[in-house]
């Protein structure tokens, strides 16, 4: 009979991507499935572990559960920490970190929450070892996540380390750049076809650019990165990491179509150069230092358009008249175009002048945002219902 190795995994992700995140693990064969809130839920084996931190777009960590403890106040948390096995997951020199959440009656401090379950731990390496594991809140071996809802808290470690939005391509930005994983979900989210053109005409450092080029590309987004936290782990397998990172690699296809992006800005084309050369993807994206109110659409196949307009608290501009000729350009021209964009600036949605077709709720950062569609037909300004 053949020994199942599976166990719970959860994959956190921003608001409004859970479902986004659900079918990418679908598609990456992940089991039992569960969609939460910014989270989602699925079992897997430890090269399944790897192959989701290599290839999820729109997760941001990726966390292995190992404990769930019933606490109702600081006694039961330090307790926990304290008679819990530690010594099967961090060694005396590993340094650790400790992440809380919280959601509880119980608890209302997540850094004291954080401080209690330390104490118990170093305390126990103390009783067994005489010696205890370092904490480093920068750059630890081991991350620990602390989430507590109501009376449960479950214990889990986190295989990421830094948050895999940080693909490693990003080294220089403008003004509120786009989370990376926002960026990809949106993509997915706007059906783009990839065999159709790919325009970002305000592209800023190039990150809608680049996350499409990968889609389009099928590329691992986190291929390159050079450390994940679960390479620290007792249990880690360089050779089946390596197997893994090998058959990610192996689904890569060739990009049929264009993508490219202009931007008003030379420092904003400047800085999108470097990060696509820095991302390898510069034979197959374009960019040009160009007004997107001057351009129009130079061919008749269809056109997927996406982009992350300036909101007000960026730039500041004169908000009426900047999304009437957003507006204007898309159904002047841009004939048979999907026009896609996001702003938290929903007054600003007024001015466009076009219906849109979808409006999905995101948070960009902090900020209540719209994702909204324009549909841009050929030979006729009237917008479909």
Request: hydrophobic share 35%.
């Amino acid at each position: 009979m053949e020994e199942n190795n599976d166990f719970k995994i959860v994959a956190k992700t921003l608001y409004g991507l859970e479902d986004v995140l659900a079918n990418e693990l679908l598609n990456l064969g992940a089991k039992k499935i569960n969609i939460g809130v910014r989270n989602v839920s699925f079992y897997g084996d430890k090269g399944f572990l790897y192959k989701s931190n290599l290839a999820l777009r729109s997760a941001l960590k990726i966390l292995k559960p190992i404990a769930i403890f019933e606490v109702k106040g600081e006694k039961d948390l330090y307790s926990s920490f304290l008679n819990f096995n530690w010594e099967d997951f961090i060694s005396i020199n590993d340094s650790f970190a400790i992440e809380s959440v919280l959601n509880s009656d119980f608890f209302n401090h997540s850094l004291y929450v954080s401080q209690k379950a330390k104490d118990g731990l170093v305390d126990r390496f103390r009783k067994l070892f005489k010696s205890r594991p370092s904490v480093d809140s920068i750059n630890p071996d081991i991350k620990i996540n602390i989430h507590i809802r109501n009376t449960y808290c479950t214990v889990s470690l986190d295989s990421s380390g830094k948050p895999l939005n940080q693909r490693g391509y990003r080294t220089q930005t403008n003004i509120a750049p786009i989370n990376e994983v926002l960026a990809a979900g949106i993509i997915i989210l706007s059906d783009w076809k990839i065999d159709n053109d790919f325009l970002d005409p305000m592209c800023g450092s190039g990150t809608f650019l680049i996350e499409a080029a990968m889609i389009a590309n099928n590329y691992p987004p986190n291929i390159n990165r050079t450390n994940f936290s679960f390479q620290n782990w007792k249990d880690y397998d360089q050779d089946l990491f390596e197997l893994i990172k090998d058959s990610v690699l192996k689904k890569v296809r060739p990009i049929k179509c264009n993508i490219f992006g202009y931007d008003i800005s030379s420092s904003a084309i400047s800085k999108s150069k470097n990060n696509i050369n820095n991302s390898g993807f510069e034979n197959s994206i374009t960019v040009e230092k160009l007004n997107f109110f001057k351009t129009k659409k130079e061919h008749n196949d269809h056109l997927h358009i996406l982009f992350n307009p300036p909101y007000g608290e960026r730039l500041l501009i004169d908000i009426e008249s900047f999304y009437k000729n957003i507006g204007d350009t898309l159904k002047t021209n841009y004939p048979n175009s999907s026009s896609w964009f996001i702003t938290s600036s929903l007054e600003s949605l007024k001015h466009v002048g076009l219906r849109s077709s979808r409006k999905i709720k995101l948070y960009n950062g902090k900020l209540d945002s719209r994702l909204v569609k324009y549909d841009i037909y050929s030979g006729s300004k009237k917008m479909k219902n």
